[in-house]
């Protein structure tokens, strides 16, 4: 993980304390850095997340889909038949 520290400085201890109060607070979600921005008492700061994997749902003939590898060759004939739009 990077970790940038602006203004002051802080101590490795301190930043490891950031580092475990942003996993605990964003659990399920991959921290791959953070910008820490000292001034004075105050701290701010801001979390840098990796890319989430997902899979595109469309509707189609009335059903969410991702992918049309389950449909039997009926759906897949329907799927083949129909009139697609462009915007």
Sequence with gaps: MKVNVLGEQISQ????????YG????????????DVTVDGEYVDLKYTFADVPFDRIRRITGYLV??????NNGKRAEEHDRVKHSV
């Design 66 to 71: 991702g992918t049309l590898d389950r449909f």
């Design 23 to 34: 996993r605990k607070k964003y659990t399920g979600r991959e921290i791959t850095g953070m």
């Design 13 to 20: 201890q301190e930043i490891d304390a950031y580092i475990d």
